[in-house]
């Protein structure tokens, strides 16, 4: 039986063709600046998104975690939505690596209004309180379900955050996603940004890698930041060469995974006990909620698991699903199916 694998679209497994390349890869030592392939990845991130500079990292969570530590001092405050990654999944990392503190705020399915952030500039000239310094927005937005920023959301919080003297960073982990369902450019996105991080081991399909782009001066920093953190890798032109070919070769097919999650949350949509939050699914990633009276995730997820499908338990009710490279479209009605008849199905009673 092969197994559907719908936990993550980091679950993906470099092609043939992207091994190949990482064989052929041009290498040299990277911490020296000497790694050819990292060279031409960085170029080509920055040119992409209208920055001066990139710099790459083994992960988004170090991607953020450096932006997070070259814009701000400790004792300093980000402000961010509730569920975003950075807040939620990176170990306390602001806390533990910057001294920064976060301070959420409950956007709508991770989506920030101008109008719930206006009011939280701390007063700076007041001994009492910690300093606000930054805004990170996360587009699209995992716990979100995957959900694109509007632009005009995005503009209108910059333009304020500049004004008053606020950074901006994006988490684009899956801004490639955003980039093919609305056709807006990587830079339009990006040009209201000090730094953006993107990823390469989501949805595009390498084994590993994020890059973090920005002013030159700025990256300058990072690049620092980045071997303190331990991130300073050597002949790694081997995953830069998966990177770029992943730029190359799987942008464009991100439409495909669009097109698979609409058949599963098509079904859920349809299964009595089973809701999908939020209720449109804007690109790759499914988060619904089960009903108790038709079980809980845990119990969903085993049965999906006994017909060969994984899926991600997120707590007692809510469920994600997530669609990406090695997931077809047969597949994907494969999972609809089977999604129908495990919950039509009585759980057992153990
Ligand atoms: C929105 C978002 N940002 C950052 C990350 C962190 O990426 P990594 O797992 O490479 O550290 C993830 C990982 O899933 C993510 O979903």
Not at 184 to 204: M, N, P, Q, Y
Request: proline letters at 5%; glycine letters at 8%.
């Amino acid at each position: 039986m092969t197994t559907i694998d719908l936990r993550s679209d980091t679950v993906t497994r470099p092609t043939p063709a992207m091994r190949a390349v990482m064989n052929d890869a041009p290498v040299g030592d990277d911490v020296f600046g000497d790694d050819p392939t990292v060279n031409k990845l960085e170029e080509r991130v920055a040119h992409l998104l209208g920055k001066e500079a990139a710099l790459f990292v083994p992960s988004g969570t170090m991607s953020n975690q450096i932006a997070v530590n070259i814009h701000t001092h400790p004792g300093d405050e980000l402000l961010c939505d509730l569920n975003c990654h950075i807040y939620n999944y990176e170990a306390g990392g602001p806390a533990v690596l910057s001294g920064v503190t976060c301070r959420t705020l409950d956007g709508d399915h991770g989506i920030l209004d101008l109008s719930q952030l206006e009011d939280q500039i701390r007063n700076p000239d007041d001994p009492h309180l910690v300093k606000t310094r930054m805004v990170a927005l996360e587009n699209t937005h995992n716990r979100g379900g995957g959900r694109i920023y509007p632009i005009e959301k995005i503009e209108a919080i910059s333009r304020w955050a500049r004004k008053h003297g606020l950074i901006m960073h994006l988490d684009g982990a899956r801004l490639w996603n955003a980039i093919v369902a609305t056709g807006i450019a990587a830079r339009e996105w990006a040009k209201h940004f000090d730094t953006v991080s993107v990823c390469f081991s989501k949805g595009l399909g390498a084994p590993a890698g994020s890059a973090l782009a920005g002013p030159k001066a700025t990256i300058a920093k990072a690049r620092r930041v980045r071997k303190l953190f331990g991130g300073g890798m050597r002949q790694v032109g081997i995953l830069a060469a998966a990177c770029i070919y992943a730029m190359d070769h799987h942008v464009e097919r991100l439409a495909d995974d669009h097109r698979n999650a609409q058949i599963i949350a098509r079904a859920i949509a349809d299964i009595p006990g089973l809701h999908l939050e939020p209720p449109e699914v804007d690109t790759n990633l499914i988060w619904f909620r089960v009903d108790r009276e038709v079980g809980n995730a845990k119990d969903i997820t085993a049965r999906l698991k006994e017909a060969g499908i994984l899926v991600h338990a997120a707590g007692s009710q809510k469920m994600r699903a997530c669609t990406h490279l090695d997931v077809s479209k047969a597949q994907a009605e494969q999972t609809a199916e089977m999604l129908r008849k495990v919950v039509a199905t009585p759980a057992r009673v153990s």
